[in-house]
């Protein structure tokens, strides 16, 4: 499966009005000599789009291959809101949550394929194995489609809908070096996040469409454990991050083998 990602995200820091480093090397404090209270919020809009091919096993003259059957694509739009307020020197807390505006999905046939050659639309096999007709691989009798798919090649109109609040999120976070404290140092941040499954459940198998939007919540819980590393040279700031992510099952997780 191939993916194209391209995600947009523009940041606004609403307090202060000027950032002394990086956005994700940026740390509240607090009960400093010339900082009794620190505290800044995050507007960011973010937007992602993925566009994949799905294909499937079929035999073709005696071997199996991988045909490719539909045209996949996602968008999110989205804004995240996130509050920091220092804890103590160079120490601060964090709060966010996104609100969805928008997520789309949208499938079509591949430009390899048409409606009488897809194995997805021509389908001959019943979900136990059997042949839904003895004539249909050789005449096509009694095909069913394995779902609904539109029998165009180019993109239309997107099929689901979903939107709302997201999972919220909470973090802490500790700069060890501080650039505007010892600019002989970079910005180091390390910092610990866990993401709590509050949004409400995704059910795939509900409707959601223009009208009725369905859920955004994947019902998962989140432990991060990530480090940002910058340094301001003149007007430019560089920045790196690397996280780890362990997520967990929550209350009500959606699975088809349910």
Not at 129 to 152: H, Y
Request: aromatic fraction near 12%; proline fraction near 7%; glycine fraction near 8%.
């Amino acid at each position: 499966m191939r993916r194209l990602r391209a995600v947009l995200v523009m940041g606004l820091a609403v307090v202060p009005l000027l950032a002394h480093a990086a956005e994700l090397s940026r740390v509240a404090s607090s009960f400093e000599e010339t900082k009794p209270f620190g505290l800044f919020v995050d507007l960011g809009f973010e937007r992602t789009q993925l566009l994949e091919s799905i294909g499937r096993e079929r035999h073709v003259n005696g071997t199996l291959e991988v045909a490719p059957e539909l045209r996949y694509q996602f968008a999110d739009y989205r804004l995240n809101l996130d509050l920091h307020a220092g804890l103590w020197h160079d120490v601060e807390f964090h709060y966010g949550i996104p609100l969805v505006f928008n997520q789309s999905e949208e499938w079509w046939l591949s430009s390899l394929t048409s409606p009488t050659t897809s194995s997805v639309l021509v389908n001959c096999i019943n979900a136990d194995g059997t042949l839904v007709n003895p004539n249909c691989p050789n005449t096509g009798a009694g095909a069913s489609p394995m779902f609904s798919a539109p029998i165009s090649t180019t993109p239309g109109a997107p099929q689901v809908f979903r939107g709302g609040f997201g999972n919220m999120r909470f973090g802490l976070s500790w700069a060890a070096f501080n650039q505007v404290k010892d600019d002989t140092k970079p910005t180091w941040v390390v910092g610990f996040e866990y993401e709590a499954p509050t949004a409400d459940r995704l059910d795939p198998t509900e409707p959601a469409n223009d009208a009725t939007h369905g859920a955004v919540g994947d019902r998962i819980h989140k432990y991060q454990l990530w480090s940002s590393f910058s340094r301001r040279i003149g007007v430019v700031d560089p920045y790196v991050k690397v996280d780890y992510t362990l997520p967990f099952h929550g209350p009500g997780w959606y699975s088809n083998c349910d």
